[in-house]
């Protein structure tokens, strides 16, 4: 693991800065120490270093080839000519070198709508470096919001790099009122005509009730891509593809070709329903796949139903739309069902490219399958513009705030389609150890390759974004510190051995703030856990939102578990502030103590029992002493925990509507009393993570028409709209 030396220890000694790899290390954006959580100092391992060097494609195995690895960069950054991608934000200046060998260079630029636009740049001579003459950028102040291209001659050498414009800030919506949502796990809210999980009309019902409770946006789990055949990946936040969206939460029914069925089509389908239609009222964990498997069945007889003119027109603009990232998606997809699952040893994920001649037989010989995978996004998309349709018809200011996972599977439609755009093979992503993690996590995602993203002037990140804002009113990027660095942890190291590699977040923020202005929407970065102080800083300027959550948030931030809590009145004002967050249980479990009696029982503790839950005692104690001293709880209520949980759970949230946070937000899980954990971090197959449905206190199933009936939410919903008061 990473040498941890004493926490009074902030900095690299100069014995180590003067060492060829790491100046190496640094050269390539990878940090060779960080400060954890508990502000100790670490050193990163020589052999984690080459390691991650290795995946960004540096040999770094021997001191000659460090020694010529560093040389040749060192040569490379001092003859660059311009950088492949350029961040400009309106009213600052850009942050851009041309470095020429011939004087001045010629510099034209083309806008994004394809018009000429050369007086908005301009060159300011700023030094000679030994046989290179470097210029600034000046680019005009005036100059439209968007991906622009950039065209430098200088002699014999050309480049041509992408120009992002953005705006200083994404404009916030009225920044002097607050607003509250819920936040739900969609496929776990089931209505009598699903079919056994969640759907984009349970989705679009759950939806209008929050409208109608007052709630101003709903935060779902993401809706990225899954597999197309089992067993399913049931992790959102693992999906074979960032691109496009979950087929399986589909409502056939809702398909307008459903009603035109042939009523011997029809009796199939919902018998078809009928074989998983009694799991919409069992709260055990949901079987995905039995549901995935009598769904697919139905959707495949409305998909061979023939479309209107109209129809089949609309399908034939959308696939000409989403390009060739969609015939990556639909030939993965063919691939997956009659070659059979990627990860399995020699499979055609390692053998076939999507251009080979056997991908290239499997779609003309099975091009009903391609159509399917195609018409399934099409159907998807369709359904969850419908959800938000009605939840701003319904006066919801943002309506639906989308989740964006960290990354995709390693399996995946994107990695394999694309292999060039990720780190593959021998390094994936996750984070170090924190309180709430003591073994640290690895998430098995390969991270994004940041010389990729700045070759290609960061167009899949673009279009990934800019979908996502097409059905929402706002976007919430999980682990937000991904967008300024990603912990690598090589094969074999385990998650404690890794190190952090830099990205350009500006450029990122770019984007975000281009897409979300576009959109009139917001963004919101989950920037919790092992995060430098910098970091909110950064998104609160640019109008980005960071994330507060009660049980975290501590006088001066302090990591340790029993230490007094922080006022509300402290919070960020540019922040999505929460009780609690999906990494926890649901705050009546927590108040119960179940993320003990999970942890222990899952093996996932590095001290003994007693130790983690006298300090989850203290916590709870640190908790209830706060909410009695601010007049939100009362002290009989405080004593006796087990007989009070929803009196301590609305005083939570009462507490959370004193805060000045911009956003604020309450769980559907709090709201009818669920205990049970929707996801334990550092589990897979230990615990059925994202399979928990909807249910109360008593474990009865809570049906989508039934949510905003429950007195409980109804409570719960009155405090919330306490807020501006």
């Known amino acids: 693991m990473p040498d941890a030396t004493s926490t009074a220890r902030r900095e690299e000694s100069a014995e180590r800065l003067a060492r060829p790899l790491i100046q190496l290390a640094k050269a390539w954006g990878v940090a060779t120490c960080y400060i954890d959580q508990l502000g100790t100092y670490v050193e990163i391992r020589d052999e984690v270093l080459v390691s991650v060097l290795r995946a960004l494609g540096v040999d770094a195995s021997t001191p000659e080839l460090i020694a010529d690895a560093l040389e040749q960069r060192r040569s490379a950054d001092h003859e660059l000519l311009v950088a492949p991608t350029v961040v400009k934000f309106l009213g600052t200046p850009a942050r851009a070198q041309l470095r020429t060998k011939h004087g001045e260079p010629r510099v034209t630029l083309k806008l994004e709508d394809g018009s000429d636009a050369n007086a908005a740049v301009k060159l300011v001579f700023s030094e000679h470096d030994g046989d290179v003459d470097v210029y600034e950028l000046d680019i005009d102040d005036e100059l439209a919001i968007g991906y622009h291209t950039l065209h430098v001659v200088d002699g014999e050498r050309e480049a041509t790099a992408t120009l992002i414009c953005a705006p200083a800030s994404i404009p916030v919506p009225q920044p002097e009122q607050k607003r509250w949502g819920w936040m739900a796990q969609m496929y776990s809210v089931r209505s009598p005509q699903s079919w056994g999980v969640g759907d984009y009309e349970d989705l679009r019902e759950l939806l209008r009730g929050a409208a ?208 060039e755009r990720f780190a593959v093979g021998s390094v994936t992503v996750g984070c170090p150890p924190d309180f709430y993690n003591q073994q640290g996590q690895d998430w098995g995602q390969p991270p994004l390759n940041p010389n990729y993203l700045e070759a290609t002037g960061y167009q899949m990140y673009r279009e990934m974004v800019g979908h996502m804002f097409a059905h929402a009113g706002a976007i919430r990027i999980d682990h937000i510190l991904g967008l300024f660095r990603l912990w690598w942890i090589p094969a074999g190291e385990g998650a404690k051995g890794g190190a952090y590699v830099a990205y350009n977040y500006e450029a990122m923020i770019a984007v975000l703030s281009i897409e979300a202005t576009r959109a009139h929407g917001m963004v919101i970065g989950e920037d919790l856990g092992t995060v430098p102080e910098y970091v909110s800083k950064v998104l609160a300027d640019h109008g980005l939102l960071g994330t507060t959550v009660e049980w975290f948030a501590r006088v001066d931030n302090s990591p340790n578990a029993g230490d007094p809590y922080a006022m509300p009145q402290t919070y960020r004002k540019f922040s999505l502030s929460s009780v609690t967050t999906h990494d926890l249980p649901p705050t009546a479990g927590y108040l119960m103590l179940e993320q003990v009696k999970l942890r222990e029982k899952l093996g996932l503790l590095s001290e003994p029992v007693e130790e983690f839950r006298e300090s989850c005692l203290n916590e709870r104690k640190a ?103």
């Not at 003119?309 to 060739?324: L, M, T, Y």
């Not at 959800?387 to 995709?408: C, F, I, N, W, Y």
Request: net charge negative.
């Open 212 to 419: 109608e409770s007052g709630a101003d946006f709903m935060l779902i789990n993401p809706v990225h891509a899954t597999a197309p055949v089992s067993p399913l990946e049931p992790s959102p936040y693992s999906p074979m593809s960032r691109r496009f969206l979950n087929a399986t939460y589909i409502r056939p029914q809702s398909i307008p070709e459903f009603n035109e069925l042939s009523q011997k089509d029809m009796i199939t389908v919902k018998e078809l329903h009928e074989e998983v239609a009694a799991d919409n009222y069992d709260s055990a964990p949901m079987d995905i796949n039995a549901a995935w498997q009598a769904k697919r069945k139905a959707l495949r007889i409305i998909f061979d139903q023939p479309r209107s003119a109209e129809r089949q027109a609309a399908f034939e603009a959308f696939k000409k739309e989403s390009g060739s990232d969609l015939d990556t998606w639909a030939l993965w997809s063919v691939a997956f069902e009659e070659l059979g699952e990627p990860w399995v040893e020699d499979s055609w994920f390692y053998t076939e490219a999507r251009n080979s001649a056997r991908i290239t037989a499997l779609r003309e010989e099975h091009a009903d399958l391609y159509e399917f995978a195609c018409w399934l996004q099409w159907i998807a998309e369709d359904q969850i513009e419908a959800a938000q349709r009605t939840a701003l018809d319904a006066g919801m200011s943002l309506g639906l705030m989308q989740d964006m996972a960290v990354g995709v599977h390693s399996f995946g439609a994107d990695v394999w389609g694309n292999p």
């Open 623 to 725: 908790m209830l002493d706060l909410l009695v001293s601010g007049g939100w709880l009362s002290q009989e209520a405080a004593d006796d925990v087990p007989n009070n949980l929803q009196t301590i759970v609305e005083a939570m949230h009462a507490m959370l509507t004193d805060a000045p946070s911009l956003l604020l937000q309450a769980a559907l899980v709090d709201g009818v009393g669920e205990e049970r954990a929707q996801n334990q971090p550092g589990t897979s197959t230990e615990y059925p993570n994202w399979r928990i449905p909807l249910a109360d206190e008593h474990r009865k199933v809570v049906m989508t028409e039934d949510v905003f009936k429950s007195p409980r939410v109804q409570s719960l919903a009155a405090i919330m709209n306490r807020i501006n008061r």
